[in-house]
């Protein structure tokens, strides 16, 4: 409680208006309606509740209540747990009747507060719902309930000789639901595409509980408006989301890195056009990392440093990967790049590391990854996942920094530090300011400052983590007045008693 | 006139409700609103109309009435063709204030007549709006106008070294606008993916005459629902696109293809697993073609016919095309894969013919391309161009056959072949029945036979040409009644007068 009460007061705008347009509408959980939800669900332990007929202790039911960054806190009273899309059904039509507010839940991993109730909603887990519906190793279509963890998908695959289409840090928790619902981006996306083209078809229980069955397992389908793309990073505002089919690739039979030095910013792009053209369909990954983030993942002993010499005169970064599938062809084509850019007669890079084995490959990549756990290791952080055009990027981590220098708040009693790093081959640029502690101040400087200055270059506000109750209150920086309105009226037909994840999304 | 009337009487059930229901809600053009549109278009030959005050010739808007197909025909007096999206907007916002329907129209190649009117709407053709916005050869995005023409875009790609994501036999007519309406599938599909994947952003014009403005450059944007996906594949019947922002991939550097004759139809999916392992990332197209449309094409000329001793035994055939970053690897991958095939135990093949220069590269490709002409050099054909799963392709075309024959139709004088070809990469069947007329009972024993023969496999009665006019009656087959009642909500909020592209998709 104490906690959100402090969040609350530096962020009011995200959590007052919810609340307040809430409060009149939406109903508290009684014990009667645990008594119904008990009868609906099929297992005893599918009812988590602190109210008298459960009596669940309520540090149970932390967990479902505080998100994965323990910064917000809900005050729901009733979990559940359904094991079939009938029973979500049940439930939802319950709860739609006795206007109920419903969070829908995955691996509760999300970045934006969107998987915790903003009062006391009802968590709806998916986490009972793990059955592999379907798999064909010769399409690579694979169905299954929304409640399979990413990697005990990826496992189940892969005897198959197939990967799934995304990947990501939180994989060992997040589900497919919960992937689809914020539209997750991640490491894969630059090879794979987004999940707007690899998920086939969705099953939704949607508000009034009704099913919508749209679980095609077809490739191409022009049969009228492609209604399930609504769900996917709708973040549970319009339905739940119970089974999915999805188009997995096949495995890529050798994978490869390189981490290469650049003197300018300036060269990075040039450096992408190069790399594209002579890796063409090989190219898997392309990450740039600024020297500051470098420089704080090498300190806090993130992956592997280059030596002095290879870092001298660096200005930032690039990690490229290959997936292909022939090792001598892939690293042929990898070996010629390289020497091509050394032997250039104005080189683009300084110098280049190349993994030699397995091992090597993984601690370049935790170079790169590694800079997230930096972050949190030296302090605080304001981050932002923005989407700006690539020859931007250097200007906004300047710009921010700028910004911060000119509030006098650029010195090591409050901002450390202010980075950037992200997937060049996607356009979407991290942004963390480091601070020593959070701060009102800091907060005005950055606000809306950075979303102004994402704005200014048509940007997104919010590229790969979605909106939640986080952002709710810059949408309009990435969407215009008609966008918006449009957004509102489709949620007003989908769930006229606005009982879906309330005070998501939209505001 | 006698055409569209000989057609209704065959397929009433297409014609005669969105026409009685049209008839009582929408109004005709006046002369009156051609004065005002003239006043809206900037320039005298933007509008065309046989009305007094403009007295086009009537010949003049066959063209725009009449489709592709020659087998629909409206009875337009009045076509426009704006040059700007503000003249799109003035144009549809007067013809929703006075009922006016408005068909949009891009390059008229759709093959399920959405693209001409039913009665007397305005034909607001696209074909004036040919600029391209921007091209960013760093990212491959580029913005255009929805007029422009596919083939036109390939070219303007070309020398920044990137292609289209989408490549189709109209290529040279057909508009930008009008493949992301009909949701184009094409011949990349399995390369490059589909639509809702590569277009990044839509500008497009309400019913109500408003802009939805989010033609975004960004691959990543999650800010709230992702509202442009609904107008991709919606055939006209929401609003009109005026601009588009996809992504354009890196033109492939070789391109290499090969044909396979397989001794039995089962082959065909141990052969694509095969294929697919060790072809991966260069695989760009895995055609199917049974043995009775190779000897249509073959007698049709198209193409490069194949040795007798290629052929024997031959019960269907496979083109397999790679296209990748650097020939010499992907020659040897393909003939260590030819190798392979050739030399198991058991072959999945009998023969393997591969393509030795850019020549018979063309022709290989004719042979597969070609069949769609000789098609319609040997008679009238009933075509479908269904999604089914993969293995039950040969049962499809069996079935059919088995239908035909036992109607005492399968004989030189009604039904004269009963051929499958099409994407096995992407489930795409096109089953055609070639007869030597249209007749009432072929068309009785064909319909709802196929349609029911799809629904039980789950599959999609139009894989990639749409519902258009022609399909109305059959969408049932492939969604259930809460989609098809969901769509119809849709369609209500955004077009509550029901102005934009009247008796299309639905009915
Ligand atoms: C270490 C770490 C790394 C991450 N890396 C990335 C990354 O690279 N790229 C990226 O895009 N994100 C990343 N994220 C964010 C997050 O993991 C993803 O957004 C993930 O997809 C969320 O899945 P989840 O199952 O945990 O969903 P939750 O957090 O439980 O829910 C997220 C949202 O989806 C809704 N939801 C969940 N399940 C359903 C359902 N079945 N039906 C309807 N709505 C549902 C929730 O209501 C909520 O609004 C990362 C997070 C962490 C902690
Ligand atoms: C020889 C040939 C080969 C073909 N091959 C393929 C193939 O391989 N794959 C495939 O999928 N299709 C194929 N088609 C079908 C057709 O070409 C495609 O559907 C194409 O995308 C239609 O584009 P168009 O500009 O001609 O649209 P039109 O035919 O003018 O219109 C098609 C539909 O889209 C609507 N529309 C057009 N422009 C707009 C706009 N700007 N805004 C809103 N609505 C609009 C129309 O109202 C209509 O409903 C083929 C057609 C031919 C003739």
């Not at 009747?97 to 903003?118: A, E, F, H, Y």
């Not at 509980?209 to 397992?217: K, R």
């Not at 919010?462 to 309009?476: F, N, P, Q």
């Amino acid at each position: 409680m104490s906690r959100l009460w402090h969040w609350s007061r530096r962020c009011s705008r995200i959590f007052t208006r919810p609340n307040s347009s809430l409060a009149s509408q939406l109903n508290s959980v009684t014990d009667a309606d645990v008594l119904h939800f008990s009868k609906i669900l099929s297992s005893p332990s599918s009812v988590l509740s602190i109210l008298p007929s459960i009596s669940t202790s309520p540090e149970e039911l932390d967990i479902y209540n505080n998100d994965w960054m323990g910064k917000y806190f809900g005050k729901s009273t009733t979990v559940l747990k359904p094991k079939t899309t009938e029973e979500v059904s049940q439930i939802v039509k319950w709860c739609n009747d006795k206007r109920i507010g419903i969070v829908p839940q995955g691996g509760n991993t999300g970045l934006v507060g969107g998987s915790v109730p903003l009062r006391d909603e009802v968590i709806l887990s998916l986490s009972n719902m793990t059955q592999v519906r379907s798999f064909d190793p010769i399409s690579g279509i694979l169905v299954t309930d929304a409640g399979c963890i990413l990697q005990s998908l990826t496992d189940y695959v892969a005897p198959h000789n197939h990967i799934m289409p995304l990947d990501l840090g939180a994989k060992g928790s997040c589900q497919i639901g919960g992937n689809v619902s914020t539209n997750a981006g991640g490491l894969r996306l630059l090879r794979y595409g987004s999940l707007h083209g690899s998920v086939l078809g969705l099953e939704v229980v949607l508000p009034d509980g009704s099913i919508l069955d749209q679980l095609t397992t077809l490739r191409k389908d022009n049969t009228g408006y492609d209604l399930k793309q609504l769900f996917i990073g709708a973040e549970g505002t319009l339905g739940i989301i119970t089974g999915v089919s999805i188009l997995t690739p096949p495995a890529p039979q050798a994978s490869n890195n390189v981490i290469l030095a650049l003197p300018r910013f300036e060269n990075v792009l040039p450096l992408y056009k190069t790399v594209k053209r002579q890796l063409s369909e090989i190219l898997s990954a392309f990450e740039f990392i600024d020297r500051t983030a470098y420089d704080l993942a090498v300190k806090h002993g993130q992956g592997r440093a280059l030596s002095e010499e290879e870092v001298e005169g660096a200005e930032c970064f690039v990690l490229v990967e290959t997936s292909g599938g022939r090792r001598e062809h892939d690293e042929e084509k990898l070996n010629d790049l390289l020497e091509s850019l050394l032997e250039a007669e104005e080189p683009l890079i300084n110098t280049g590391v190349l993994a030699q084995n397995p091992a090597q490959f993984s601690s370049l990549w935790a170079l790169r990854e590694g800079v997230t756990e930096a972050v949190s290791k030296e302090g605080k952080a304001y981050k932002y996942d923005i989407s700006v055009p690539l020859s931007t990027f250097k200007e906004c981590v300047d710009l921010t920094r700028e910004r911060l220098r000119s509030k006098g708040l650029l010195n090591g009693d409050q901002v450390k530090a202010v980075i950037g790093y992200g997937h060049v081959g996607d356009g979407n640029l991290h942004l963390n300011v480091i601070a020593k502690a959070y701060t009102p101040e800091i907060q005005d400087a950055l606000e809306p400052f950075v979303f102004e200055l994402v704005a200014s270059h048509r940007g997104s506000v919010s590229a790969e983590h979605g909106i939640g109750a986080m952002k709710t209150h810059a949408l309009h920086y990435s969407k215009d007045e008609t966008s918006i309105a449009w957004m509102k009226k489709i949620k007003a037909i989908f769930d006229p008693n606005g009982i879906m994840n309330p005070g998501k999304v939209l505001e």
